[in-house]
């Protein structure tokens, strides 16, 4: 073989091998746009839509107290003075104990003048006074001196506290005892200022105590004081609160009925800031532009006019998920998955 004949073998067997790498890269090419062209599948779990009642609250903490006084009945609670400088000489009550209007608590000695001495003399000069035989001023002057000596419940109630004992000094400024009527406490608590603009007499409260309460609200203060607002609901006769706990609770401010309703994980925003929803639609999941409200308990409410109950949205899985998605759902660990069908529901 000369020269010449070798060289035109080389270059068949060159040019063959270019042929077959070639061949083998588009064949790759081909297989590479083919395995592209294949849609992804999205593994999700999924929610339905529902009409529910949605409420707004404004939440806080509360204290149990005795209930105001009001135009139609005195204070419910009442930390007790002593009238007179002087000696206790007789506790009659003890703490949980029941009294009523009138009757006398505590017995004072003041001076000179004692107990018994005073009521003596009022006795008395309401013989003499019944024979006419002294003066109503006489009268009223032995009352006076004895009501001094005496500390005496002003209401019917409990005695929630007694402070001294006998043989005690006590002056004016001596809280000696307190009685309450535990059938008429309220719940006072202070909300922050800037959430209190849909505040009103009027709005339900819940007291989310054991059990819980339901009461509406009886007065909000018109005042700021450092950034507070002071607010008091009455709470129903014979309930299990006690005064002094501190509680959770929330006022209705807003209640929207046979709202539409999300699961709360299925609504995200989208790369232009707006709220979407992906509804299920046959094997696909389609960003849908919704409207958000009142947001209660992981469900918000939502309007949106191609949406309504029953419908299937994705909730696990929502977040950054591209509009018409293939899906395959799997709401429940274990189960077996399948490819959604809008026929299967």
């Known amino acids: 073989m000369n020269r010449k004949q070798t060289i035109a073998v080389v270059a068949v067997i060159m040019a063959t091998a270019l042929c077959i790498v070639l061949v083998k890269s588009r064949g790759k ?3 590479s746009s083919g395995e592209e062209a294949t849609p992804t599948l ?6 339905t839509l529902k009409l529910a009642t949605l409420h707004r609250y404004v939440q806080g903490y509360g204290t149990i107290e005795p209930a105001p006084a009001t135009a139609e009945q005195p204070a419910a609670g009442a930390p007790l003075a002593a009238p007179s400088a002087g000696i206790v000489t007789r506790v009659n009550v003890i703490a949980g ?28 000069q309401k ?10 001023k006489n009268l009223q002057d032995a009352e006076a001196q004895l009501a001094l ?17 006998p043989g005690q000094a006590v002056d004016v400024t001596t809280v000696v005892a307190e009685v309450m009527d535990l059938n008429r406490l309220a719940v006072s608590a202070e909300i922050p200022a800037a ?19 339901t009461t509406a609200l009886l007065f909000v203060s018109p005042d700021v004081n450092n950034g507070t607002v002071l607010v008091r ?3 129903p006769a014979g309930g299990a609160l006690r005064p002094g706990q501190f509680v959770p609770l929330r006022i209705v401010t807003a209640v929207h009925t046979n709202c539409l309703a999300a699961p709360g994980e299925s609504i995200v925003t989208d790369e232009s800031g707006k709220s979407v929803i992906a509804r299920v639609t046959g094997d696909e999941a389609v960003q849908t532009p919704v409207q958000t409200g009142l947001r209660e308990n992981d469900w918000v409410e939502i309007a949106a006019p191609e949406l309504k109950a029953g419908d299937t949205v994705v909730t696990t899985g929502a977040y950054g998920l591209p509009d018409k998605t293939k899906i395959r759902v799997e709401n429940s660990p274990g189960a077996a998955t399948s490819t959604h069908s809008a026929d299967a529901k």
Do not use: H
Not at 42 to 47: E, F, L, R, S, Y
Not at 115 to 120: G, P, T, V
Not at 127 to 136: I, P, R, V, Y
Not at 149 to 165: D, F, I, M, Y
């Open 127 to 136: 013989e003499l006074f019944a024979q006419q035989n002294t003066s109503l």
């Open 233 to 235: 609901a009455l709470l």
């Open 29 to 31: 090419t081909s297989e």
């Open 195 to 213: 959430e209190t603009g849909d505040l009103q007499s009027g709005n339900p409260v819940e007291v989310l105590s054991e059990p819980p309460v």
């Open 42 to 47: 999205v593994t999700v779990q999924t929610g």
């Open 149 to 165: 000596l005496r500390v005496t419940a002003p209401l019917s109630g409990t005695v929630v506290r007694v402070n001294v004992k």
């Open 97 to 124: 104990q029941s009294v009523e209007k009138g009757d006398v608590l505590m017995e004072l000695n003041s001076g000179a003048i004692t107990y018994a001495l005073a009521e003596q003399e009022l006795a008395r």
